[in-house]
C-alpha cells in the first residue's frame, strides 16, 4: 500500500512539471512599449486582422486578393527562435556586415518613428533560417510580391493603391489612396556605403530572392509616382520588411 501511495504521488508530480512546461512554453508573449504608438493611416473602409511577433509587437494584418499581409513594416528584433538580432549602428560595421542585422532610420530610439516605419534590415537578417517572420508566416518571396502587384492593375499603378494616402508620412504629391489597405511607409534605407537615405521619399522592402552573390530582390515605392518597381539591391542594404502568411 505504501509503494502504491508513493508511486502515486511520483506520477501527480511528473504530471504538474509537465503542466508547468507547457504552460511555460505556450505564454503568450509580453506587451512590447511600442504597441500604441504608431501614426499610420489605415484605409478606413477596410477589416484589418492581427498579428504578434516574438517581441510582442502587434501588427494589423490585410487580405489582398487570395493573399494575406502585414499591414505594417516589421519591427521585430528578434528570430523566431528568441536568437537576438544584432543592431549594429555603426556605418562602416554596418558596411561589412554578412549576418544578420538591424537598426532604426538614422539610429533613433523615438517609439512613435519605429512604431510607425518599422526598423530597417539587412538581406541577412530577411534570409535567415532562424526565421525573422512569425510563426506561420515569412519573408514575401519576389512571386509573392509579383502576385500582389499583377492583382493591383500592374507594375504602374500598384504604387498608388499600397501607400498610405496623403502626406502625414509620405512626401508630396504621394500619388497614393491605399486602397488595398497595405499601407505601405516610406522608411528610407540604409545604404553599405553611405548613411541613411530617403526617409519619406522611399519604400523599400525585401524579398528573399537572391541575384548573384552580393545582391538581392526588394519592391520600392516612391512619393512621386504610383509605380511599383521590383528591382535588387545590395545585401547590405538596410531595408524595410513585409510577411505574408504562409
Known amino acids: 500500500?505504501?509503494?502504491?501511495?508513493?508511486?502515486?504521488?511520483?506520477?501527480?508530480?511528473?504530471?504538474?512539471?509537465?503542466?508547468?512546461?507547457?504552460?511555460?512554453?505556450?505564454?503568450?508573449?509580453?506587451?512590447?512599449?511600442?504597441?500604441g504608438h504608431s501614426t499610420a493611416i489605415f484605409n478606413p473602409d477596410k477589416e484589418y486582422g492581427k498579428l504578434t511577433d516574438i517581441d510582442g509587437n502587434v501588427y494589423k494584418t490585410i487580405v489582398i486578393g487570395k493573399q494575406?499581409?502585414?499591414?505594417?513594416?516589421?519591427?521585430?528584433?528578434?528570430?523566431?527562435?528568441?536568437?537576438?538580432i544584432p543592431n549594429v549602428t555603426d556605418?562602416?560595421?554596418?558596411?561589412?556586415?554578412?549576418?544578420?542585422?538591424?537598426?532604426?532610420?538614422?539610429?533613433?530610439?523615438?517609439?512613435?518613428?519605429?512604431?510607425?516605419?518599422g526598423r530597417l534590415y539587412n538581406w541577412y537578417a530577411a534570409s535567415d533560417n532562424r526565421h525573422i517572420a512569425p510563426k506561420g508566416w515569412r519573408v514575401a518571396t519576389p512571386e509573392d510580391w509579383n502576385i500582389l502587384v499583377d492583382y493591383l492593375g500592374g507594375d504602374a499603378l500598384a504604387g498608388g493603391k499600397l501607400?498610405?494616402?496623403?502626406?502625414?508620412?509620405?512626401?508630396?504629391?504621394?500619388?497614393?489612396?491605399?486602397?488595398?489597405?497595405?499601407?505601405?511607409q516610406p522608411g528610407g534605407w540604409r545604404h553599405v556605403n553611405n548613411d541613411m537615405q530617403a526617409f519619406s521619399l522611399y519604400g523599400v522592402w525585401w524579398s528573399t530572392g537572391q541575384n548573384g552573390p552580393s545582391s538581392a530582390a526588394n519592391l520600392q515605392l516612391f512619393s512621386w509616382s504610383t509605380n511599383a518597381l521590383k528591382g535588387f539591391n545590395f545585401m547590405n542594404n538596410g531595408h524595410s520588411i513585409r510577411c505574408i502568411k504562409e
Open 1 to 35: 500500500m505504501k509503494q502504491i501511495k508513493i508511486n502515486a504521488t511520483i506520477t501527480i508530480l511528473t504530471i504538474m512539471v509537465i503542466g508547468i512546461g507547457c504552460k511555460k512554453n505556450n505564454d503568450p508573449p509580453p506587451d512590447n512599449e511600442l504597441n
Open 68 to 84: 494575406t499581409w502585414m499591414a505594417e513594416n516589421l519591427r521585430v528584433t528578434h528570430f523566431r527562435n528568441g536568437d537576438a
Open 91 to 117: 556605418n562602416y560595421k554596418w558596411s561589412i556586415q554578412e549576418v544578420a542585422a538591424y537598426c532604426n532610420y538614422n539610429n533613433t530610439e523615438n517609439l512613435d518613428t519605429i512604431a510607425t516605419y
Open 163 to 184: 501607400k498610405e494616402a496623403g502626406n502625414e508620412h509620405w512626401e508630396s504629391p504621394n500619388e497614393a489612396d491605399n486602397s488595398s489597405g497595405f499601407t505601405a
